[in-house]
């Protein structure tokens, strides 16, 4: 894929996805004083109170059910996944792992962490980013998978 292939409507969607994703995570933050980090949200609903885990299970629907939502209203762009089922298997247990030892994942980081001037946040992001960056390189480059 190069530069050529986004249309002015990639960059529109972009952006809306990125506004409504902060004022989401603003407004979360404002409203219940807690980060919209989706590892800490899932992980505290093992351990809440019953009170606490309702706006958690409600947080995690609403992500699971918001794909469907949009493609009620929208035509959803075709999605071809490369990888198989045991490749599929291996990079969840590898993002959890790194979840879990970077104390959050990408949206607790990079969204909120960030936007709060988070030094360990920032670090996380950058570290998140650099090994995707390695990863995409090694496995399509070097590796032609």
Do not use: E
């Not at 986004?6 to 409203?31: D, K, N, Q, R």
């Not at 990888?83 to 994942?105: D, F, K, N, P, S």
């Amino acid at each position: 894929m190069n530069l050529s292939d986004f249309t002015h409507s990639a960059y529109i969607a972009g952006l809306s996805g990125g506004l409504l994703i902060g004022t989401a995570a603003a407004m979360f933050v404002l409203l219940n004083g807690r980060i919209a980090g989706i590892s800490g949200i899932l992980a505290g609903l093992i351990q809440a109170d019953k009170g606490d885990k309702i706006w958690r299970i409600m947080f995690l629907l609403g992500l699971v059910a918001s794909p469907f939502v949009y493609q009620i209203a929208f035509d959803p762009p075709a999605v071809t996944i490369d990888a198989g089922t045991a490749q599929l298997i291996i990079a969840g247990l590898l993002v959890g792992l790194g979840t879990r030892y970077a104390a959050g994942c990408t949206s607790g980081h990079g969204v909120c962490g960030i936007s709060r001037g988070s030094m360990r946040s920032i670090v996380a992001t950058l570290t998140f980013m650099m090994a995707g960056f390695i990863t995409v390189y090694l496995t399509r480059h070097l590796l032609g998978l």
